[in-house]
C-alpha cells in the first residue's frame, strides 16, 4: 500500500531547522569502499535513504552466498555492485524492479568483460537482471567507454579499480555527464589512500592498498533543494540546514547558485548554511542540468509556479532514471497549464502563457522520489495537493513528509 498525502496551503514558519539525512551517493560509495577495504574504512552519518539500507543490507548479507540480490529501484547499487561481484568472482544473479529492468547497464557490462569478468543477461541485452558467472581474471587495465548515458558506470569501475591485479586506465569517449558525481568517487577514494591521475579523457587508477579512514557523510545536497523551492515560493522565509558545507563533494550543492536567480540567499556557516528570500530578482536565462540532473525537476517545477520562462539544457539522462522526468514533468506540468516543450536537441523551454493555478490538485509521482518532492512545494500557491503514492521519498529522503509538517505544512 502506498498512500497518497493530501497537503493543505498553510502558514509555514518564519524560521525553522530542517535536519537532512546523509547524502545517498556518498553513502553508496563509502558502502563499496568500505566493503573492498575490509574494515579498514569506517562510515560516519550514514544516509537513512532506502537507496542505501538496501545496498548496505546486501554487503552485510554477502558472506551468506546468496544466488540473486534484488536492488529493487537503486540505480547506485545495480551499478555498483555489478562490478563489485564481477571482480569478487562471485556467482551471482543482480536483478530489481520493473523499471531498472528498462535502465541500460550495457555500458559497464562490455567494459567488465573487456577487463575479464564473465557476465551474461538474463531477460533483455544490456538491461539488469544480469548473471555474473564466477571467476574474474583480468586480461587488461585499457577501457574505452562511453561517457554520456550514465556517470554510475564509471564510479563502479573506479570503485573496484584499486583491488584489481592490473588497476584500470578508463580512456572517456563523448562527454562526460554527471561529472561531479565522478569527481566524488575519486575524492572520496582519495581520502582513504586510493590515489589517480586525471589526464583529458584518461582516468587511472593502479593496484593500492586503503588506508585506515573515517569517512563522514555530508547532508544530502539534493534533498536541499526542496527547501530552496519552498523558500523560493515564500515571502520571507528563512531554513537552516546544519552541516552542510559550501565546498562539497556532491555537485548538487550549485543549487545555492541557481536558486539565487529565484531570490534565495545562502549564507555558508561554520556549522551549515541559511537559505533566505531577499528578493525577487529573476531574470529567465538557459540552465544547464548536465553536472546535475537531480536538480533539474525542483527547479523546473518552481519556475512553472513563479512564471519564469527560463530554458533548460542537460536533460537528455532524466529520461533513463526512476521514470521517464521528462514525460513525467510536461504531463503533471500541463495540469496548471504549464508546457515544457523541446525547442532544439536537449533544449527545453517553458511556456507558462496559459498557466492557471487551481486551487486543488493531484499529483502522480511515477514511482519517482523526485516527482513527489518537487510538486510538494505547490502547497506554498495551491489550497490542496494530493500527492500519489507519496511514500517514494523514501527512496532518498525517508522522513521528508515529517520535515514538511515541522515546517507548518498541513499534512494528512
Ligand atoms: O553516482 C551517483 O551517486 C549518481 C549519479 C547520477 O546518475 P547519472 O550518472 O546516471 O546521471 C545521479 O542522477 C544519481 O542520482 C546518483
Ligand atoms: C537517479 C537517481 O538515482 P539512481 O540512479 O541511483 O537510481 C536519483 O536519485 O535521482
Given at each position: 500500500m502506498n498512500p497518497?498525502?493530501?497537503?493543505?496551503?498553510?502558514?509555514?514558519?518564519?524560521?525553522?531547522?530542517?535536519?537532512?539525512?546523509?547524502?545517498?551517493?556518498e553513502s553508496n560509495r563509502a558502502l563499496i569502499i568500505s566493503a573492498l577495504s575490509k574494515g579498514k574504512v569506517i562510515i560516519k552519518n550514514l544516509s537513512s535513504a532506502a537507496d542505501t539500507v538496501t545496498l548496505n543490507g546486501i554487503l552485510n548479507h554477502e558472506n551468506e552466498h546468496p544466488k540473486v540480490v534484488n536492488v529493487g529501484p537503486t540505480g547506485t547499487a545495480m551499478r555498483f555492485l555489478t562490478a563489485y561481484f564481477s571482480l569478487k568472482g562471485e556467482k551471482i544473479e543482480i536483478t530489481g524492479s520493473d523499471r531498472m529492468k528498462q535502465r541500460p547497464i550495457g555500458t559497464l557490462v562490455d567494459a567488465l568483460r573487456t577487463l575479464g569478468a564473465d557476465i551474461s543477461y538474463q531477460e533483455e541485452d544490456g538491461f539488469p537482471p544480469v548473471l555474473i558467472n564466477g571467476a574474474f581474471d583480468q586480461k587488461t587495465a585499457h577501457i574505452l567507454i562511453r561517457g554520456d548515458i550514465s556517470s554510475q558506470f564509471l564510479t563502479a569501475l573506479l570503485l573496484v579499480a584499486s583491488s584489481l591485479p592490473q588497476?584500470?586506465?578508463?580512456?572517456?569517449?563523448?562527454?562526460?555527464?554527471?561529472k561531479p558525481y565522478v569527481e566524488?568517487?575519486?575524492?572520496m577514494l582519495k581520502q582513504c589512500g586510493i590515489n589517480h591521475t586525471w589526464e583529458k579523457d584518461n582516468i587511472a587508477i593502479l593496484p593500492q592498498q586503503f588506508q585506515p579512514t573515517t569517512l563522514t557523510i555530508e547532508p544530502d545536497w539534493s534533498a536541499a533543494s526542496y527547501w530552496y523551492s519552498v523558500v523560493a515560493l515564500s515571502e520571507n522565509a528563512k531554513v537552516h540546514l546544519p552541516n552542510l558545507k559550501k565546498n562539497s563533494l556532491q555537485g548538487d550543492s550549485e543549487i545555492a547558485?541557481?536558486?539565487?536567480?529565484?531570490?534565495?540567499?545562502?549564507?555558508?556557516?561554520?556549522?551549515?548554511?541559511?537559505?533566505?528570500?531577499?528578493?525577487?530578482e529573476i531574470k529567465p536565462q538557459l540552465l544547464d542540468f548536465k553536472e546535475c540532473p537531480d536538480?533539474?525537476?525542483t527547479v523546473i517545477v518552481c519556475s512553472a509556479l513563479l512564471c519564469k520562462e527560463f530554458s533548460f539544457s542537460g536533460l537528455e539522462t532524466l529520461k533513463i532514471k526512476e521514470t521517464n522526468r521528462i514525460?513525467?514533468?510536461?504531463?503533471?506540468?500541463?495540469?496548471?497549464?504549464?508546457?515544457?516543450?523541446?525547442?532544439?536537441?536537449?533544449?527545453y523551454q517553458l511556456d507558462c502563457e496559459l498557466v492557471n493555478i487551481p486551487s486543488q490538485i493531484t499529483v502522480a509521482t511515477y514511482e519517482d522520489?523526485?516527482?513527489?518532492?518537487?510538486?510538494?512545494?505547490?502547497?506554498?500557491?495551491?489550497?490542496?495537493?494530493?500527492?500519489?503514492?507519496a511514500k517514494v521519498v523514501e527512496k532518498s529522503y525517508p522522513h521528508f513528509w515529517e520535515d514538511f509538517k515541522k515546517i507548518g505544512f498541513d499534512v494528512k
Open positions: 497518497s498525502v493530501i497537503i493543505k496551503k498553510s502558514q509555514i514558519s518564519a524560521e525553522e531547522t530542517i535536519n537532512l539525512t546523509g547524502s545517498k551517493s588497476g584500470v586506465d578508463l580512456e572517456i569517449m563523448d562527454e562526460l555527464t554527471s566524488m568517487t575519486l575524492s547558485e541557481i536558486m539565487s536567480l529565484f531570490g534565495v540567499e545562502t549564507i555558508y556557516h561554520e556549522n551549515g548554511v541559511t537559505i533566505e528570500k531577499v528578493g525577487n536538480l533539474a525537476q514525460f513525467a514533468l510536461q504531463t503533471e506540468l500541463a495540469k496548471i497549464g504549464a508546457k515544457l516543450i523541446e525547442t532544439q536537441a536537449d533544449v522520489h523526485r516527482m513527489a518532492m518537487a510538486f510538494a512545494p505547490m502547497a506554498m500557491m495551491i489550497d490542496k495537493v494530493t500527492i500519489e503514492e
